[in-house]
């Protein structure tokens, strides 16, 4: 698994769906190309301080590094973006939530509907006085 370095990567992510755990968020997205799975890591300032944001960083690849090849689908991109709840909660319990998101993921984008954007609500015409 590679690493997304680049912005433009980062924000195509953020268009794609997400599934959310208390520790983190993961974002996927689809490439067109055959290039190998990459996997980017972000972990904003309302985290905490740069040592508590570098540790849930840590916390976060540390994760990765010990998934699976099976979990992640081949050509695609994933953006996790880290929580506070990454400081205190267990390593095991967030395995699992990794895990359990990209499944969660995998399901979404292979749903008969065709949906595979976020689900947003139908925006409702504004009353007129």
């Known amino acids: ?8 990567d980062f924000v195509a992510a953020a268009n794609g769906p997400r599934m959310a755990s208390p ?3 993961v974002q996927s997205r689809a490439r067109g190309d055959s290039g190998p799975v990459r996997i980017g890591f972000t972990v ?6 740069a040592t508590e944001r570098n540790r849930v960083r840590r916390r976060l690849r540390e994760l990765v590094k010990r998934l699976d090849a099976a979990s992640v689908r081949p050509h695609h991109d994933y ?7 990454a400081l205190d909660r267990g390593f095991e ?6 895990r359990s998101a990209l499944s969660r ?3 979404q984008t292979q749903s008969p509907s065709g949906n595979t954007t976020r689900n947003a609500t139908p925006s409702r015409p504004r ?3």
């Open 105 to 107: 993921l995998e399901r």
């Open 44 to 49: 904003t300032k309302k985290v905490g301080t």
């Open 93 to 98: 319990t967030m395995f699992n939530d990794l």
């Open 79 to 85: 953006v996790i973006v880290g929580r506070r709840a």
């Open 23 to 25: 520790a983190f968020v």
């Open 1 to 8: 698994m590679d690493r997304l370095r680049q912005r433009a």
């Open 127 to 129: 009353p007129t006085e």
